[in-house]
């Protein structure tokens, strides 16, 4: 059984270029979600899928940032024309919608993340 | 607006002895709370979850949280903490929907041989 995987594990740039991370899913899990955490802060939602649909952004996620899930499966974000306080650790999960007694399902299991750093 | 409080940003215990991390969140709708654990540079491991019910709940690694509405309130204790626990402690809340987490500025926790 195998978690919920990011690559890379880590990404140093320069100010003003565009770096993309990859994030796989639990194979069955629907939803998908990111998160950003800065240090000595807990994480904090930027967004989410279920299946292929973008459902709901952050005010966090200013127009450089994008997210896709193009199949419903793995999902990529891409920073465009990267700035210092980009720098950060960028958190996956993914999550059922429903367990299976048909309740909400809201565990959410983390990857183990992308740090970027923007020099 | 929702949120989640963790009280202490640092707590240091000796090894073997007992823990108890503070977690208050904003009223609301009854919540789903969550603790996580994330060790340096790594990503964020669940402890345990509270949905609905019994009000104490158990987790991994001899980690157990109660549920207090009446103060808002989601501690997480360990009756014997183990050098192997030091690390950044989160306790998360839903939204109010079930499309997000909202965390705490998390608890470090650091253990003395």
């Known amino acids: 059984d195998t978690g919920v995987s990011q690559d890379p594990r880590h990404k140093i740039t320069k100010r003003g270029q565009n770096v993309t991370f990859r994030c796989d899913p639990i194979?069955?899990?629907?939803?998908l979600y990111w998160y950003r955490q800065t240090l000595g802060q807990g994480p904090e939602f930027l967004t989410y899928?279920?299946?292929?649909?973008?459902?709901?952004k952050s005010r966090l996620l200013s127009d450089r940032f994008s997210a896709e899930r193009p199949k419903g499966s793995f999902s990529t974000l891409e920073i465009q024309r990267t700035e210092q306080g980009d720098s950060a650790m960028y958190l996956c999960?993914?999550?059922?919608?429903?367990?299976?007694?048909?309740?909400?399902?809201?565990?959410?299991?983390f990857g183990p993340g992308t740090r970027l750093t923007v020099l | 607006a929702q949120s989640v409080t963790q009280p202490d940003i640092h707590i240091t215990v000796s090894e073997g002895a007992s823990l108890e991390l503070r977690c208050n969140y904003s009223y609301g709708a009854t919540p789903y709370l969550f603790w996580y654990v994330q060790s340096p540079g790594q990503g964020l491991q669940l402890l345990l979850k509270?949905?609905?019910?019994?009000?104490l709940v158990q987790g991994i690694k001899g980690f157990e949280a109660e549920f207090k509405r009446s103060q808002s309130s989601f501690n997480l204790r360990k009756p014997s903490v183990h050098w192997s626990d030091a690390a950044e402690y989160f306790c998360a809340r839903n939204s109010g929907g079930y499309n997000k987490l909202i965390f705490g500025a998390g608890t470090r926790l650091a253990v003395h041989p």
């Open positions: 509270y949905f609905s019910g019994d009000t």
């Open positions: 194979s069955e899990h629907n939803r």
């Open positions: 999960a993914s999550s059922l919608s429903r367990d299976r007694g048909g309740r909400p399902a809201d565990t959410q299991y």
């Open positions: 899928f279920q299946n292929e649909a973008q459902l709901e």
